[in-house]
């Protein structure tokens, strides 16, 4: 069992920065797939990007370019660092993990999740 816990959200103003985190029970070397999700009010959870164990990333169409995936292990914690946010952005956050690195690639393969963080972009 691999417990999960988001940090970082909050209401930043169009154009902000945010950064999320997510520290893990289980050394984040053993997971071999982790990443961060988005819920929309209304809307399906979709992948925003993950990232694997060997450090193979995956991204979103919608956030590249603006969102970075990274793996702390001296925090044993997956981040994700979100730059020039947009209103559509806004969301609650999950932290999702599995063991299997394949799950990086997918909306709903994940086994463990966060309770997630609200991120609000709004003027």
């Known amino acids: 069992q691999v417990q999960l816990m988001e940090s970082g959200g909050g209401l930043v103003q169009p154009g902000g920065s945010l950064r999320l985190s997510c520290a893990a029970s289980?050394?984040?070397?053993?997971?071999?797939?982790m990443g961060w999700y988005r819920q929309a009010p209304g809307k399906q959870r979709t992948l925003v990007a993950t990232?694997?164990?060997?450090?193979?990333?995956n991204y979103a169409d919608s956030v590249k370019g603006r969102f970075t995936v990274s793996r702390d292990s001296r925090k044993n914690t997956v981040d994700l660092q979100m730059n020039s946010l947009k209103p559509e952005d806004t969301a609650v956050y999950y932290c999702?993990?599995?063991?299997?690195?394949?799950?990086?690639?997918?909306?709903?393969?994940?086994?463990?999740w966060g309770k997630g963080t609200l991120v609000t972009v709004s003027s």
């Open positions: 990232i694997s164990s060997g450090a193979i990333t």
């Open positions: 999702g993990a599995d063991f299997d690195p394949r799950s990086i690639y997918s909306d709903d393969t994940m086994t463990y």
């Open positions: 289980e050394t984040i070397a053993k997971i071999g797939a």
